[in-house]
């Protein structure tokens, strides 16, 4: 199926040039407001200032001998600062590359390598992790720093800024389909983190489509800013003049208090961090009181119905929006947002309620096949997504800056590896990614309608599914749970709450684990990778 039949054609035109059409007319009106501010540092790049500064970094970055087709490769929890010198590397038909700020040496040299960057970003705290990279390299490359002080054996970015701009000259020949404008990483939810080539064409095609999904005047997010949601948010919102407040580190404490500091009226949420939201009830009260928060968006992954219900309860005049999308395809699918705030489209199947994750927007087309046979699937029957989409990656980055296209089939699909099913409207419920579900004797289980139960529980905080092997029935399953403070709930009443509200085959055989905290990838995710080594222990985790 696809949203519209009669799609708006995507600008065949470079990425910097589809960014600033018309800008510096367009930001006339507000150019001394914040595009990017990072807290809590509060560095902030302004509308007015992103053109000129780009252009004088570019500039500078000429000067060193960075090329058309060169390669950026950062290591920092900047944002604001960060996008300023990406967009300088755009504006010279550069590539760039970031990557975890946790990573070992080992990988930074591997990816720099692979990637043959020869210019590298950091900040006074990753410094020390890629020089001890750069040391298992064969050769040179030019050190940029960010941050409030210059580090030596750097070009800082006071350094960059203080170019006349007179060495930039605009890239020739770029060609849209083809060149090269970010590697992406995926989140590494089902293994290591894999880079994601996407060209100018498929960048430009991402971020006009930004306009098919509700978007504020501000948003107020925590996201990793080498992965598709910085791209997308930061380079729509320079477009359409939204100021993005950006968490360099969460933390749950603080999380509020930014909140009624920046007052946003929106903020992005990933499902794990809004089953916490959800049960914080005297701060939602708090923020409903004061109604500047217009919308939720929830992206990374589903929302259980559970926590998406009771977010709308607790701020009943707040939208809530749910987006779908992967690196490689970009965003794929949005809920639609009713003039009056509503819940989030529920869908039974199985026996299980879903949340929907809207339907597909314009330029994507998908199919749901069974896993076993291949063939196509109708409403509501559950089998595995694919989509088709000019917008999609060229292929994941290889060594030697070679492009691997193979996760593309002979006729431009790509299969998602998630478990879903779509109604009759066209609307996409993910139910799981394939590589999480097992078996339970012949039946597939899905953890996540599970999770969903466990959540129901009133002394639930957050939880995670995972199966565990056994001889006779292949896998069985057992939650990792986490408590509300000050409840005392036990492992065995947990295990009659499923009980009663699932069949036999979807129950907890392998009992409950408590811990104080579940596992969370890179990518802000849930760590089912870490979470099934945790839920093979014999004893309850403390």
């Known amino acids: 199926m696809q949203r519209d039949a009669n ?9 910097m040039d589809f960014i600033f059409k018309d800008y510096d007319e367009r930001i006339k009106d507000y150019k001394d407001r914040p595009w990017i501010m990072d807290i809590p540092s509060g560095k902030t790049v302004t509308f007015g200032q992103v053109k000129n500064d780009a252009i004088k970094i570019a500039s500078s970055l000429a000067r060193r001998g960075f090329k058309q087709g060169d390669t950026l490769y950062f290591v920092t929890y900047a944002m604001a600062e960060l996008f300023l010198v990406k967009i300088g590397v755009w504006l010279l038909g550069g590539v760039v590359r970031g990557c975890s700020q946790s990573e070992s040496p080992d990988v930074h040299a591997r990816q720099i390598n692979e990637s043959s960057a020869k210019f590298v970003l950091v900040d006074s705290d990753t410094i020390q992790v890629i020089r001890n990279a750069l040391e298992k390299l064969d050769f040179e490359v030019c050190l940029l720093s960010l941050g409030d002080e210059p580090i030596s054996g750097t070009a800082h970015l006071s350094n960059l800024l203080s170019d006349d701009g007179s060495a930039f000259k605009k890239p020739k020949d770029i060609n849209v389909k083809e060149d090269v404008v970010v590697v992406l990483h995926t989140s590494g939810s089902t293994g290591p983190p894999k880079g994601v080539v996407h060209t100018h064409y498929s960048c430009v095609g991402f971020i ?17 800013n080498y992965g598709v949601s910085a791209l997308g948010c930061t380079m729509f919102f320079l477009k359409a003049g939204k100021t993005l407040y950006h968490i360099n580190k969460f933390d749950r404490f603080q999380y509020f208090q930014h909140i009624h500091t920046y007052k946003p009226s929106s903020i992005l949420l990933y499902p794990f961090v809004a089953n916490w939201f959800a049960q914080c009830d005297d701060e939602l009260a708090t923020l409903k009181s004061k109604g500047f928060l217009n919308l939720i968006s929830i992206g990374g992954w589903v929302l259980d119905p559970t926590t998406a219900d009771s977010i709308f309860e607790k701020l009943p005049n707040t939208h809530l929006q749910q987006v779908y999308g992967m690196t490689e395809i970009q965003m794929a699918a949005c809920t639609e947002i009713s003039e009056t705030p509503k819940k989030l489209e529920h869908c039974t199947n199985e026996g299980h309620n879903f949340t929907s994750s809207g339907r597909l927007q314009p330029h994507f087309e998908g199919k749901v096949l069974d896993l076993l046979t291949g063939k196509k699937l109708g409403p509501h029957e559950v089998g595995e997504l694919y989509l088709r989409t000019p917008l999609i990656t060229k292929g994941y980055l290889k060594p030697g ?42 039946v597939i289980i899905s953890p996540i309608e599970i999770e969903a139960v466990l959540q129901e529980h009133p002394d639930v905080q957050e939880t995670g599914v995972v199966g565990i092997p056994d001889l006779d029935a292949v896998h069985v399953s057992r939650a990792l749970v986490v ?7 036990t492992a065995k009443e947990l295990c009659k709450f499923v009980a009663d509200r699932l069949p036999e085959h979807k129950q907890l055989h392998a009992g409950v684990h408590f811990v104080k905290s579940l ?5 802000g995710k849930l760590d089912r990778q870490t979470l099934k080594k945790l839920a093979l222990f014999d004893v309850e985790v403390l």
């Open 7 to 15: 799609l708006h054609s995507i600008p065949e035109i470079p990425f």
């Open 519 to 523: 596992p969370v990838n890179k990518g």
């Open 208 to 224: 006009d489509n930004y306009k098919f999904r509700r978007s504020e005047k501000s948003i107020l997010a925590f996201t990793i």
């Open 401 to 442: 800056n070679q492009v691997d296209s193979s996760l593309i089939d002979k006729d431009g699909w790509m299969k998602t590896g998630d478990l879903c099913f779509m109604d009759e409207k066209g609307n996409v419920y993910i139910k799981d990614r394939v590589k999480f579900t097992y078996r339970y004797k012949s």
């Open 483 to 489: 408590l509300k403070p000050g409840r005392k709930c």
